[in-house]
């Protein structure tokens, strides 16, 4: 397909939009295939009612604090996303898992300690991404209650997103990912009198136990290029222009057969005076799209708080609220940090959602 136009369009994307006008992005392949931008009258958020399952949500993971273990959210073929609470085990009763059902990427929202593999120690805090590939056991051993965002790749690996001409250090510099250490795996076990004897192994949903009669962490070397691994979002460098808003795929931080995550960090926002400083309206049209707000002033909605989840299906155009525009005039930085995760195919809702969710949430466009 060639380019071509009609009307009065903009010389740029995201650029010169005129005075009272909004522009809408709709995209296929999820910014990266076929795109248009329409200049339109009134943005395309402005609803009256939505009649029917097809409509923006929110939900309050926060309420789902007082509840240990791993609830999931949402889910299809390719992923899993689920909240998951985990308490302090005994260090002398440890207990390990395994998934042989994908790989496991935990995002560490809040809480800290360390990942115990057969390749050795990893240390998380708070704002730690901890890819765990399929097969690879681990245990946790925590120094608080700890909250994870855990994502599931079921059909495929966790893999670094496309560089293209940015180059091998963009967004993150492969020296920034936290290796295991083996050394300091045992220095901590015998330090804090470790013994883990049981694995509980994921496969087809399913658990399995396996019990052994001494600890399981006993490797005494290895070498090769799969080993589990941390990525801290303070090491992650977000790519920017000063002109111009870019598209939220230059945020990716994994990529999967299925879906991509990305990493909403803080920013310098766009400086010239005829560039749109709030994310655009658009239509991912190929795409649902999740976002995990983790911390900071969430400067494109209002009402949000730490701990909160959207949910924007494909098939309907999605962007800043009313307010986020004026908002944003007084800043210079965005201070976010939030998870995105965008899936090619359609996400179905746990039912344990419908308890936790902001049932007017589709409401929040609507000028009051």
Not at 66 to 88: E, I, K
Not at 134 to 142: G, S, W
Not at 163 to 170: D, F, P
Request: glycine share 6%.
């Amino acid at each position: 397909m060639h380019h071509f136009t009609q009307g009065k369009p903009t010389r740029q994307g995201h650029k010169g939009i005129p005075e009272g006008f909004f522009e809408e992005e709709q995209g296929l392949e999820g910014f990266f295939g076929p795109v248009s931008h329409l200049i339109k009258e009134k943005p395309s958020t402005r609803w009256v009612n939505i009649e029917g399952p097809l409509k923006p949500r929110m939900f309050d993971l926060v309420k789902l604090e007082a509840s240990s273990g791993s609830q999931r959210l949402l889910y299809n073929n390719d992923l899993t996303v689920s909240n998951m609470w985990l308490q302090p085990e005994a260090p002398d009763r440890l207990q390990a898992r395994r998934n042989a059902d994908g790989d496991w990427l935990y995002f560490c929202h809040k809480g800290s300690g360390f990942v115990l593999t057969e390749y050795g120690l990893l240390e998380f805090t708070p704002g730690s991404y901890i890819t765990i590939q399929k097969c690879i056991t681990h245990a946790f051993l925590l120094n608080e209650p700890t909250n994870f965002l855990l994502i599931e790749n079921r059909t495929s690996h966790f893999r670094e997103p496309e560089r293209g001409i940015v180059g091998r250090h963009a967004p993150w510099d492969m020296n920034a990912l936290g290796k295991p250490n083996l050394d300091k795996l045992y220095a901590v076990m015998r330090e804090k009198n470790v013994d883990c004897r049981e694995i509980n192994i994921k496969h087809t949903d399913q658990m399995t136990k396996i019990t052994y009669d001494a600890n399981i962490f006993d490797v005494q070397g290895w070498k090769g290029d799969l080993f589990p691994f941390t990525l801290h979002m303070d090491h992650i460098m977000p790519i920017t222009s000063h002109r111009v808003h870019l598209p939220p795929s230059v945020h990716t931080t994994f990529a999967a057969r299925g879906f991509v995550v990305c990493s909403f960090l803080p920013r310098p926002l766009e400086e010239e005076a005829d560039a749109l400083r709030v994310p655009f309206y658009h239509q991912n049209i190929d795409y649902d799209e999740i976002l995990f707000y983790h911390d900071g002033d969430f400067f494109s909605r209002t009402n949000l708080h730490a701990g909160m989840m959207s949910f924007h299906p494909a098939g309907f155009p999605h962007g800043p609220h009313p307010k986020a525009a004026e908002k944003v005039k007084t800043k210079t930085h965005t201070d976010e940090k939030a998870v995105m995760i965008d899936s090619r195919w359609p996400l179905m809702r746990d039912p344990a959602l419908d308890r936790i969710e902001l049932t007017e949430y589709w409401k929040s466009w609507m000028v009051k």
